[in-house]
């Protein structure tokens, strides 16, 4: 197992685009990320080439229970994005943090 | 005559002891009833606050925002009716799609989490749904959106389609 996760590995043929809460939660589990963020300290997450969007819900489902768990700081310390193409992913991902956290706050009180 | 005697007290003794019982059980029984109703009453109670909440802090003066929204995604998914757009063009409209959709967050979806969790991400899943599923048909090949009918039946069937959706949830809740 490589502190690594490629998320080409898990794009449907030609597809341009990650979106969807399903498919967040399917590439959660089909990428053992909850396992990796456990066993390593820190894990390099690729963002591939020819990709023109990555919806806020996917990386919700994604990350949930990474950033839950880290929170946003601790999140970005262990996760370093490598992004392979010129998609600015940072956006909807700090949305989903966001979301993340802002739910998990309220939940608290 | 003893055996007589011996009866009847038996009996009075029975009679007192089950008037005791019984006096005994309806107590029980209206505590029970009275613990029961209250806290009936209480629950009633907070989802009428809750409810109220919704209506005056939230719907009253934030429900605008909910329909600015589906304008907005109309306005910003109208190029698409009008020419082909590239990739890139269309990465740049799924920009402006997330950028409505977190509008909305701040200006109406969070604002549900502080009357109920369950509320908050019925809406927010029904909103999320609306733009992965207006992201998906930009990108389909095989959707030309440039025919009227196709971009009716996917576009505004879509968004129309959402908008009731939000609609039922809300109304739901408050009935």
């Known amino acids: 197992m490589r502190n690594q996760i490629r998320l080409e590995d898990y794009r449907t043929p030609k597809a341009k685009i990650f979106t969807g809460r399903d498919r ?5 589990e089909d990428s053992k990320i909850d396992k990796l963020e456990e066993e390593f300290s820190i894990i390099e997450f690729i963002i591939p ?3 023109y969007s990555i919806n806020p819900s996917f990386f919700e489902e994604l990350f949930v229970n990474v950033v839950t768990k880290l929170g946003e700081r601790g999140f970005y310390d262990k996760f370093k994005f490598i992004n392979e193409g010129n998609y600015n992913y940072q956006k909807p991902l700090d949305e989903a943090v966001t979301r993340i956290l802002r739910k ?3 939940l608290d009180i | 005559m003893d055996c007589i005697n011996f009866n009847n007290l038996d009996l009075d003794v029975i009679d007192k002891i089950s008037n005791i019982i019984i ?11 009275f613990v029961f109703t209250t806290r009936k009453g209480n629950a009633q109670l907070a989802k009428d606050r809750k409810t109220d909440s919704l209506k005056t802090i939230i719907l009253e003066h934030n429900l605008k925002n909910l329909f600015s929204f589906y304008e907005n995604i109309l ?3 109208a190029p698409l009716a009008s020419r082909k757009h590239s990739d890139f063009d269309k990465q740049e409209l799924n920009n402006q799609l997330q950028n409505d959709l977190k509008d909305l967050r701040l200006r109406f979806t969070d604002l549900l989490l502080a009357v109920d969790g369950n509320l908050y991400e019925n809406v927010k899943k029904c909103s999320d749904v609306l733009i992965d599923i207006l992201t998906e048909k930009m990108f389909e090949e095989n959707i030309n959106l440039q025919n009227k009918s196709d971009y009716d039946n996917n576009i505004i069937g879509s968004i129309s389609q959402s908008k009731t959706e939000i609609i039922k949830i809300l109304y739901e809740y408050n009935s």
Not at chain 2, 23 to 33: E, N, P
């Open chain 1, 49 to 51: 080439t020819n990709l």
């Open chain 1, 24 to 28: 967040g939660i399917q590439v959660r």
């Open chain 1, 104 to 106: 998990k706050t309220a």
């Open chain 2, 23 to 33: 006096a005994f059980l309806t107590l029980i029984f209206t505590i029970y009833i």
């Open chain 2, 75 to 77: 306005i910003t998914m």
